[in-house]
Every structure is written in structure tokens, then in C-alpha cells.
């Protein structure tokens, strides 16, 4: 008797031992998840290390027609916010990885401060869906909007809300 009730209180034990409580994905209003990113030029970033900017953290893929309409108007915004407290980390979810991006870069013309997430992991962390998913991060490591979809960036109302964001953050 003993040794069936240790038996089913070391059975109880491993059980408990292997559930964990699964991450819920970043909200509008909530924290962003911190995570590292691998750039086509070898940089390691860290989301946490960019508190005090604002962050578009931005997940596409080269075959994916909408990425491909917002890439131009990515760039012109990328271009307008320099100088500012503002940083833009375009995460490839390409299975190809870095030869994929760069082939693509190189026969389009475009370039985006490009990061790769080739395990899915920073898209898992996320809870994407699909491409293109943008978070919008404030200056404290907070989600301003999650835009599910393509839009054009270089909207004036889009970089008044930037702008916004990044004056709060000095």
C-alpha cells in the first residue's frame, strides 16, 4: 500500500512538474515581449536595449505580396524618423533565411534595417498570424497599436502618431 500511494505521488509530482502556464501573446496597452534579433549584418538587438525609442517591430516575408506594397513606403518613413529617438526592426519570417533576404534586397532595390527569424520563435512570442504584423512600441517598452496588415507609413497621419510617441519619450 505504501508503495502505490509513493508511486502515485511521484507520478503526481512528474505531472505537476511538466505543466507550465503558456505565454499569452503581447497586447495593445501591454508590455512588449523582449527578445533578440539576429540582423542581416550580423548586429544582435535586443528589444529591451531600445527603451527610451520608439520601435516598429515589423514581421514580413519576401513572398508576401502586402510586405512587398508597404516596403517602399517603410523606407520613406525609416528615412523621415532619423535622427529621432526611433528605431525600425523589419523581421524576415523567410524560411531561406539571410540568403533569401538579401537575394530579394538585391533584385528590388530595397533595403529595411532587416532582422531574421528563421526558427519562428520571435513570430510565436508574438502570436502573429500571418504577414505583414506590426507592433508599435513606446519609448517605455509598451505596445502603442498592433496593425494586422499592410498600410502606408508614410502617412501623415501615421507619422503624427510617431511623432507623438516620440516626443513623450524625451
Known amino acids: 500500500m505504501k508503495r502505490t500511494l509513493l508511486i502515485l505521488l511521484l507520478f503526481a509530482l512528474m505531472s505537476l512538474a511538466g505543466c507550465t502556464k503558456e505565454a499569452k501573446p503581447p497586447v495593445e496597452g501591454g508590455p512588449a515581449v523582449d527578445l533578440t534579433l539576429n540582423a542581416l549584418n550580423g548586429e544582435k538587438v535586443t528589444l529591451s536595449e531600445l527603451k527610451g525609442k520608439v520601435v516598429i517591430l515589423n514581421f514580413w516575408a519576401t513572398w508576401c505580396p502586402p510586405c512587398r506594397q508597404e ?3 517603410m523606407m520613406r518613413l525609416n528615412t523621415a524618423m532619423a535622427g529621432k529617438p526611433f528605431r525600425m526592426l523589419c523581421v524576415s519570417i523567410d ?4 540568403e533569401a533576404v538579401e ?6 532595390g530595397f533595403n529595411l534595417p532587416a532582422f531574421l527569424d528563421t526558427d519562428k520563435r520571435a513570430g510565436a512570442l ?3 498570424t500571418g504577414v505583414p504584423e506590426t507592433f508599435i512600441i513606446d519609448a517605455n517598452g509598451v505596445i502603442l497599436k498592433k496593425i494586422v496588415g499592410a498600410i502606408e507609413w508614410d502617412n501623415p497621419q501615421v507619422i503624427a502618431f510617431l511623432n507623438d510617441a516620440v516626443a513623450k519619450a524625451k
Not at 103 to 108: A, G, P, V, Y
Open 71 to 73: 516596403i517602399p513606403s
Open 126 to 128: 508574438y502570436g502573429i
Open 95 to 98: 524560411d531561406g533565411g539571410k
Open 103 to 108: 537575394k530579394f534586397f538585391s533584385t528590388t
